[in-house]
């Protein structure tokens, strides 16, 4: 068998190089009765590797011990304990510091006990010299020779062959190798006068002692028997030293006299105007270069020349321009008044000729606000649309700008808006919330579902069988218990249980509502849900039939209740006008706890009352049209049949990339003409909005997630008013709910990236 057995013999030989010491290492007196292997072997398989193979005898032994010798030093042994009695080679690796150009010598014998056989045969490896370190080379133009350094690497050898070869730019060998004349070989230096002007040539370094040859070392980088010209010349402003940092090379190593830097004056393109102008800078060789006599916002080309005496090369000039930036205003700072939102900065820029004040809603586009003198230091922007606004200030020319930092406000809250105070909840990060009459929030998770407590009286709760949740996740009783529907797998097929969860005072409870097929693609997961005033939840819920695999349609929705005490599920199928695409669907109670769906069909919302025992009346709002898809915004607070509010969303102006909040209400019977409440640009994510009606119907709000910032809506006499609450809400997945307590304050709950926070009258 081959085994490495590299480490530990590593380390011995490094021991080896302090000398030898007595041998036999640890020779036995006893009588020599250990079998004694034969036919060891050395063989080279590598620069600094050997192989030592071996026959084991038949008679059984303990294992072996390896010993060598260096010179004619005395046998050591090499490793600690035994090798192993199944081994019948092992590769030896040399340390570096082991003595090169020397001989080593081997043998090996077995061990039993206390008893050591006698040695095997001895063999020998003539170990050849070290290598040299890779060959410095650099042409000595004053006196044609190339002039060569390498470090020997030993300490045995006693000559050297030098050898060089043309070859390319890169190094790649193109001609033969020829050995060069030499007078010391001990040598570290040499001088190769017997070069040709304007050729590359590498050369490679051979230790020798006597027939033994090291290996040759690595060839030196390619030198070029003439005056090396500059390859390369970047420039970069260095903003930190305050000046133009220029460095070059070439691609061959050389060392001229001097080196002149020259520059001119460029166009934004790296065109240069041809006032070539020379660089006052130290004499002497350089490769890079501050040039602090630059002006701001200037272009500039940068071209240097190697010195040789009296002799120059080719001046090499930079591919690209160079660029003095602007310098940008600085301690910008907004806040806001009645009249706007108030900018101040200072400049420093004396190139720039003109201010540009660029603004940004919360989550929205640029644009440029106002273009002033490059001496203004303020300005008052007159926004008149509520929200959060980032500002930057930037000085500018024709070719160049350098915008300031950045600064948001907000601008102040209009007459009529309401006065929240934040409160932060130091809660965890949850999925959906309901509030409490007290004031307080209930929260659920959605991965796992669950009901969480934070000093709640009742404990978290976590039903390991949910495969299925509703939207809300969420609701609370007017006792302030909290509820959740969610659905788990039937027994057999692949029809679903719904289950209401609740807290009823003192525990948990749960109990079976349907069980059902309920569709994967349908809205809302299939199912939504509204409370009665005495806590019972009313489900709207989409079926899996076999007109509908899909579910989506009237004829697939049922209404799911309580009646004396019993779950009665009432098929919605004979719905008029019936809904064959369902985008979106709703069900919400007023306050007689009669309940009302809203059902969007991709083009316009539907809104069917309860009007007598499986009778429902249906009336379209004059919304125009809409798209009311799965994906959009739709929910409604009502008072009664004849008055309530639908929340909706759809495009600003046929925009698509604006989408706007708008409601419409039912007044006395009476559909009212929508009104546009606010907007978001669209960033590919669903809306987040949340509408609540206050315990004495007296109030309605909403809070919607716009793109200048977190907003509220309520309706006063005089119309509905707008309040800012926070900045756009860009948490993912975002939670953002309303509601009002029992005293009719209303609360808003907002999460970011910072926590949960309370906006509460």
Not at 202 to 214: D, F, H, W
Not at 485 to 506: E, Q
Not at 727 to 741: A, E, K, M, N, V
Request: with cysteine; hydrophobic share 35%.
């Amino acid at each position: 068998m081959r085994i490495r057995f590299i480490l530990s013999i590593v380390l011995s030989l490094a021991v080896i190089t302090c000398g030898g010491g007595g041998g036999g290492g640890n020779a036995a007196t006893s009588p020599a009765t250990a079998p004694t292997p034969t036919g060891l072997t050395v063989t080279a398989t590598g620069l600094d590797q050997i192989l030592l193979t071996w026959t084991a005898p038949t008679a059984g032994f303990d294992g072996y011990e390896l010993e060598s010798k260096i010179g004619d030093g005395a046998f050591t042994k090499i490793h600690t304990g035994l090798i192993p009695s199944t081994y019948t080679n092992l590769y030896l690796t040399f340390s570096p510091t082991a003595p090169d150009a020397t001989d080593y010598a081997f043998r090996l014998r077995t061990a039993r006990g206390t008893e050591f056989s006698p040695y095997s045969n001895s063999v020998t490896y003539s170990r050849r010299p070290n290598a040299p370190s890779q060959a410095n080379a650099t042409y000595d133009w004053a006196n044609s020779v190339v002039v060569l350094n390498w470090n020997r690497n030993t300490a045995s050898a006693d000559g050297l062959r030098i050898e060089r070869a043309e070859c390319s730019a890169y190094g790649s060998v193109t001609g033969t190798w020829t050995s060069l004349p030499l007078s010391d070989p001990q040598a570290s230096t040499y001088r190769d006068g017997g070069v040709s002007p304007d050729l590359y040539y590498t050369y490679r370094i051979t230790n020798l002692k006597g027939v033994q040859a090291s290996q040759p070392s690595i060839n030196s980088q390619p030198v070029f028997t003439g005056l090396v010209s500059v390859t390369w010349v970047n420039a970069s402003y260095d903003a930190t030293q305050g000046g133009m940092l220029v460095s070059w090379g070439s691609s061959t190593s050389t060392q001229p006299d001097g080196v002149r830097l020259e520059r001119s004056d460029s166009d934004a393109y790296g065109n240069s105007l041809g006032n070539w102008t020379e660089v006052s800078m130290p004499s002497g060789f350089h490769t890079s270069f501050l040039d602090q006599s630059v002006q701001e916002g200037g272009y500039y080309l940068y071209r240097v020349t190697y010195l040789y005496g009296a002799t120059t090369t080719t001046p090499s000039t930079m591919y690209y321009g160079a660029s003095v930036p602007l310098l940008p205003p600085v301690t910008l700072q907004v806040s806001a008044t009645a009249s706007g939102l108030q900018l101040t900065w200072q400049n420093r820029s004396t190139a720039a000729n003109q201010i540009v004040v660029r603004r940004t809603p919360n989550a929205g586009f640029t644009s440029d606000v106002a273009i002033l003198s490059p001496s203004t230091s303020s300005y008052l922007d007159p926004v008149t649309s509520l929200g959060y606004y980032t500002y930057t200030v930037v000085a500018k020319n024709s070719t160049q700008e350098a915008p300031s930092g950045y600064a948001t406000a907000a601008t102040l809250n209009p007459p009529g808006a309401l006065v929240l105070i934040p409160t932060g909840l130091n809660l965890p990060t949850a999925s959906d919330a309901a509030l409490r009459p007290s004031g307080g929030w209930a929260f659920a998770t959605l991965s796992p579902l669950g009901v969480l407590s934070n000093n709640d009286p009742w404990p978290a709760t976590f039903p390991g069988d949910a495969s299925r949740e509703s939207s809300p996740l969420i609701q609370v009783d007017r006792q302030g218990w909290p509820h959740a529907v969610y659905a788990t797998p039937a027994s057999g097929g692949s029809a679903l249980n719904l289950i209401h969860l609740w807290y009823n005072g003192t525990a948990w409870a749960s109990e079976t509502m349907a069980t059902a097929s309920i569709p994967w693609s349908s809205a809302n997961s299939g199912w939504t849900y509204h409370l009665d005033s005495t806590g019972v939840p009313h489900v709207l819920l989409d079926h899996v039939t076999a007109s509908q695999p899909y579910g989506g349609s009237t004829a697939s929705l049922s209404y799911l209740h309580k009646v004396n005490g019993s779950w009665v599920e009432e098929s919605l199928a004979s719905l008029s006008p019936s809904v064959s695409n369902i985008g979106s669907f709703h069900i919400t109670l007023d306050s007689s706890d009669t309940p009302h769906i809203l059902l969007g069909n991709w083009g316009s919302v539907i809104d069917y009352v309860l009007t007598g025992a499986g009778t429902w009346t249906a009336s379209t709002p004059p919304t125009g049209t809409i798209q009311a898809g799965w994906y959009d915004f739709l929910d409604s607070a009502w008072v009664d049949g004849s008055n309530g509010w639908i929340f909706f969303e759809q495009y600003v102006g046929g925009n698509i990339l604006e989408h706007g909040l708008w409601v419409i209400q039912l007044k006395a019977g009476v559909w009212q003409s929508p009104v546009l409440l606010g907007s978001r640009v669209h960033d590919g994510a669903s809306t987040t909005a949340s509408a609540a009606i206050s315990p004495d119907q007296s109030r309605v709000a909403i809070v919607f997630n716009t793109s200048a910032g977190v907003k509220t809506y309520h309706q006063a006499l005089d119309g509905w008013h707008e309040t800012l609450v926070a900045p756009y809400t860009s948490s993912y997945p975002p939670l953002l709910r309303i509601g009002f307590d029992e005293t009719q304050k209303l609360h808003v709950l907002n999460l970011t990236n910072a926590g949960l926070t309370d906006y509460h009258e």
